[in-house]
């Protein structure tokens, strides 16, 4: 048996290919730039060969993706290999990868195991989730993988499928929502989604596939589409690079900025078919907001080829990545940026792999003192060019947080980081340790800083009025840890759905005025009021 997916690897190609240019470069530059002494660094877990199983990674391998942080206060995530199923690749058994729960004190179950049938050759439920989760307002998990599914669906090569969206509760009941079908089956609405699915202010779920879609004839474009919590699909949008220019094969998924727009990023197409920052609305479709640009051959001067989603700061402004390119052509190694929802372009910062690290795929977060957070994928320093964090104010003042050290930490960081209730960064390395006659799966490493608890924010609530006894959802982010919700000052009876959404019972007593939520990091109070109804 082996089940092949040359699709899946010649995705990776990119960022293995980068790993190992900046691993030789290690070699001829041991620089290791100077860092704050007061950041303390902790590996939480380590998925360790075990000797379990087909593959020997029983609790999952290569972590793609960013923890979420759940309800309940565990750590949620993927693994794109490990676990009991057999997929291979040209190195052996690898595993068709897991679902994890990892609780604050370290301990890691397997939630969910993806399998492959090699007597039909089929992976009904999925393989391969680059994507991670999130949690919805239902306090389910969701989330995409980025092979199997449908067996007569064709992607751009792949044996097994284009790919699915799934559903998983808390304790680990799996429940199939779609099979990508590709173009074969003369359904032309995508498949491959690498990136993360977000929930929209309506409810249903938004991402983006990296292939599939058609234009004029034109394949493997990639797609945006949205999917509800009970599996209704709509394809929304098919990305053409050929025509009007609008992007292609976006990597990454989408975010909702505060006008309810959505924003990402395409890998390549644009105006020099080096990547876009776009905007997407179910009226107006793709507006591309900025092409990357290439004035000569092979230099990207405000970066190329963007892997990571975008961020919207407190200040209304979009801030992303580029994963290469850069103001120096002999560096190639990356940009920051912010834009704003108008499309003005500024180049925060230009990587250099001496004195910053190299390659940023995992974007930024905000974090609770207001600078913007990430990792590279690679730094320079004399045993390991093993990636980095750090920190950059909006106004574009960098700082390296840390160098990772594989033997003690793991290496290679490809997602954002982060930070959980208790004011830490959470970060997930890709590979390593890499000790003994086996490499470790990936870490997940705490950094430490001194950040305060991030305190609640209240983004809307509905319905805007009612009785005593009705139930409210407040929408917002950091709610994870909420200690109490109030009416106008007077205490109500609520549930964590997410760490996005609470719900609450208007209390006996209450009186209208707005409503206030609080965790360990402080409170936050809606800018309009409940009306409490006789």
Not at 181 to 205: H, S, V, Y
Not at 337 to 351: E, H, N, P, V
Not at 493 to 511: D, I, Y
């Amino acid at each position: 048996m082996k089940v092949r997916n040359t699709s899946i690897r010649a995705l990776a190609q990119l960022t293995l290919s980068l790993i190992a240019v900046a691993s030789s470069l290690a070699q001829i530059l041991p620089v290791s730039p100077t860092q704050p002494d007061s950041v303390v660094v902790t590996v939480l877990y380590k998925f360790a060969y075990d000797g379990i199983g087909p593959n020997g990674y029983s609790h999952g391998k290569i972590l793609y993706s960013e923890l979420i942080q759940g309800a309940d206060g565990n750590f949620y995530g993927t693994t794109v290999n490990g676990g009991s199923g057999v997929c291979a690749d040209g190195f052996g058994v690898e595993g068709c990868g897991t679902i994890f729960k990892l609780t604050p004190g370290g301990v890691e179950t397997v939630l969910y195991n993806f399998t492959y049938d090699p007597n039909t050759n089929t992976a009904i439920n999925g393989i391969y989730p680059f994507g991670g989760l999130v949690q919805g307002k239902d306090g389910n998990f969701y989330g995409t993988a980025s092979a199997g599914g449908e067996p007569k669906a064709g992607c751009n090569g792949y044996v097994v499928g284009c790919g699915t969206i799934f559903k998983i509760t808390p304790s680990g009941k799996f429940t199939l929502l779609h099979r990508f079908m590709g173009a074969a089956t003369g359904f032309n609405e995508g498949g491959i989604p690498l990136g993360r699915l977000i929930q929209a202010i309506d409810g249903k779920f938004y991402g983006t596939t990296n292939q599939g879609g058609v234009v004029q004839g034109f394949f493997n474009q990639g797609t945006i589409f949205s999917i509800t919590s009970s599996g209704t699909f709509s394809t929304l949008h098919y990305f053409d690079g050929v025509h009007v220019v609008d992007g292609r094969n976006p990597y990454a998924g989408l975010i909702q900025g505060k006008d309810g727009a959505f924003y990402g990023t395409t890998q390549f197409g644009g105006t020099d078919g080096v990547g876009t920052v776009f905007r997407f609305t179910k009226s107006g479709g793709v507006t591309v907001l900025h092409s990357f640009v290439q004035p000569t051959h092979g230099f990207f001067p405000d970066g190329a080829f963007p892997l990571a989603a975008l961020l919207q700061a407190a200040d209304g402004n979009l801030y992303g990545a580029s994963t290469t390119g850069g103001a120096v052509q002999s560096d190639d190694d990356g940009t920051l940026f912010r834009i704003t929802i108008k499309g003005a372009f500024t180049k925060l910062w230009d990587f250099n792999f001496k004195t910053g690290g190299s390659y940023p795929q995992g974007g930024l977060i905000e974090a609770s003192d207001g600078k913007l957070y990430g990792t590279t994928l690679n730094s320079a320093q004399p045993d390991c060019s093993c990636g980095t964090v750090f920190q950059i104010t909006p106004s574009g003042t960098f700082t390296q947080l840390i160098a990772f050290e594989d033997v003690n930490d793991g290496r290679w960081p490809l997602s954002v980081p982060l930070q959980g209730g208790n004011g830490i960064l959470y970060i997930t390395n890709s590979r390593g340790p890499s000790i003994g006659p086996h490499d470790g799966g990936g870490t997940i490493v705490q950094v430490d800083n001194g950040l305060p608890k991030p305190k609640p924010a209240i983004s809307k609530f509905s319905p805007a009025g009612g009785t005593v006894g009705q139930k409210v959802t407040i929408s917002g982010n950091h709610f994870v840890g909420t200690t109490k919700v109030s009416f106008h000052g007077t205490a109500a009876a609520f549930t964590v759905k997410s760490t996005n959404t609470v719900t609450a019972t208007v209390p006996t007593g209450a009186t209208s005025g707005p409503i206030t939520v609080t965790n360990g990091g402080g409170s936050a109070t809606s800018t309009t009021s409940f009306t409490v109804l006789p």
